[in-house]
């Protein structure tokens, strides 16, 4: 029987690595906002 705990972090893995391949694809985009009205960041 596999362990529960073992496959949570299996899975919280696998999901960095995908988002930082996501935020690694648009890295090179401009923000065109102006700075100071941003409120959440592109990456």
Do not use: C, W
């Not at 949570?8 to 401009?30: G, K, M, P, R, Y």
């Amino acid at each position: 029987m596999s362990d529960p705990t073992h496959a949570s972090v299996a899975l919280n893995a696998q999901a960095h690595i995908e988002s930082a391949a996501f935020l690694t694809h648009f890295d090179a985009l401009v923000d065109p906002r102006q700075s100071g009205k941003v409120i959440y960041p592109l990456p």
